[in-house]
Structures are given as structure tokens and as C-alpha cells.
């Protein structure tokens, strides 16, 4: 069974002040890693996919990158605008389609 | 362009009813696909259609139900409603060219059971 694993759950910053949330997961066939975020009351928003072992990935002040085991949200300098829950998903096995396995997400709070 | 478009937003039933959500995608997306998000359990899938022919299925019982018309529209619906099936149900479409996986989401469909 396919897993994905997230933490932390719950990340409080200062404006300016980078940091990294982790993605731990478990899957049989990684076809694709995504990170999505969340505003609250509204739908996730896609961010970044990633294929293979290696792979960055950046958007302003994001970076995402991916290991075998596990894939890294780096965030550069957060303003509050980046205030969000950020979510990561896995793509596993020829026929998934758009099943998607989701972590539990980590709520990320920027201060001004 | 319109996004992907839910509704109701919000509704209340009762347990034993029944409920019909319904999900209008991104114009010229034919995927569509339902997530039920609980604070508990996260977001899970429930089922994808492509051309009016389900695609995948996830881990619930066969009292949630799905089916995508010509316009590639898709409705979701539950019977039978329990208490545990409160929740925002979120669906999501994915376009040509694009992996499957990159899903854009609409704002959801909020189900409380009471």
C-alpha cells in the first residue's frame, strides 16, 4: 500500500526565515511526486511535479526536490502570503490516472 | 478561463438520505476525478472518469457513486449517508497533454450529516 508521510504537521516562521518541509514516502512504481497547496475554505492548488531521484523543481520562493525515499519544500525568505497547508501526493503503478495518494500536510504559518 | 466549478457549496442532510454533488471541470478537460478531504483521514480518492467510463476507483463502499456525462460534467453521489460521511468533497480535472496528476481543484462541496 502506498504511503506518504509529512511533517512537520504544524510549522510557525518568521517572515524571512527559511525552511524545509519533508515528504517521506512509500510507493510501488513512482510514476509521479507533487506538491499542492491549500488555502483554507478553498480546493489544493498544484504547485510542482517531480519524476525522478534528483529532480528540482522551483517557483518563486519554493524548491522542490526529490530522493528515492523522500521529497523536500524548501521555502526561501516566506512572506505571509505564503502562509498555506502544503500537501504532497504520490503517483504509483501504470494505470493510476489522477489517484493520488495524499500526506496529511503541513500547516505553515509565516508571521510578519 | 473558468475554473472547475461545485455545487451546492454547503449542504446539511440527515442520516439515511441521500446526496447528489455535482462538478462542472475546466473547459476542455475530459478527466474528472472526486477526493473526500476529513480532517482525520486527509484527502482520499474516491473515483476518476475519463469520456463517460470510470477510470479508477478508491477504497469505499458502494454507496458513493460517480458518473461523467458527454460534457465531461460529473456527478457524485451518496445514499444511504452516515455521519462519518460529513466532509468537503473536492473534484478535480486534468487536461490534455498534461500528467494526470496535475489536477486543478474546485472549492468543494461541504456535507455535514446530522
Known amino acids: 500500500e502506498d504511503q506518504v508521510t509529512q511533517s512537520p504537521e504544524a510549522l510557525r516562521l518568521q517572515e524571512g526565515e527559511s525552511s524545509s518541509l519533508n515528504c517521506s514516502y512509500t510507493?510501488?512504481?513512482?510514476?509521479?511526486l507533487f506538491w499542492y497547496r491549500q488555502d483554507p475554505g478553498k480546493g489544493p492548488e498544484f504547485l510542482f511535479t517531480l519524476y525522478s531521484a534528483g529532480e528540482e523543481k522551483e517557483k518563486e520562493r519554493l524548491k522542490a526536490t526529490l530522493t528515492k525515499k523522500e521529497s523536500f519544500l524548501h521555502i526561501t525568505a516566506p512572506k505571509p502570503e505564503d502562509s498555506a497547508t502544503y500537501l504532497c501526493?504520490?503517483?504509483?503503478?501504470?494505470?493510476?490516472?489522477?489517484?493520488?495518494?495524499f500526506g496529511e500536510g503541513t500547516q505553515l504559518t509565516v508571521n510578519p | 478561463k473558468a475554473g472547475v466549478t461545485q455545487t451546492p457549496r454547503y449542504l446539511i442532510k440527515t442520516r439515511g438520505q441521500q446526496v447528489t454533488l455535482s462538478c462542472s471541470p475546466i473547459?476542455?478537460?475530459?478527466?474528472v476525478s472526486w477526493y473526500q478531504q476529513t480532517p482525520g483521514q486527509g484527502l482520499q480518492f474516491l473515483f476518476e472518469y475519463f469520456s463517460e467510463t470510470q477510470r479508477n476507483k478508491g477504497n469505499f463502499p458502494g454507496r458513493f457513486s460517480g458518473r461523467q456525462f458527454s460534457n465531461s460534467r460529473s456527478e457524485m453521489n451518496v445514499s444511504t449517508l452516515e455521519l462519518g460521511d460529513s466532509a468537503l468533497y473536492l473534484c478535480?480535472?486534468?487536461?490534455?497533454?498534461?500528467?494526470?496528476?496535475?489536477?486543478?481543484f474546485g472549492e468543494g462541496s461541504r456535507l455535514t450529516v446530522l
Open positions: 510507493v510501488s512504481g513512482l510514476r509521479g
Open positions: 473547459s476542455g478537460h475530459r478527466s
Open positions: 478535480a480535472s486534468s487536461g490534455p497533454g498534461a500528467n494526470t496528476g496535475e489536477l486543478f
Open positions: 501526493a504520490v503517483q504509483a503503478g501504470e494505470t493510476s490516472g489522477s489517484r493520488l495518494t
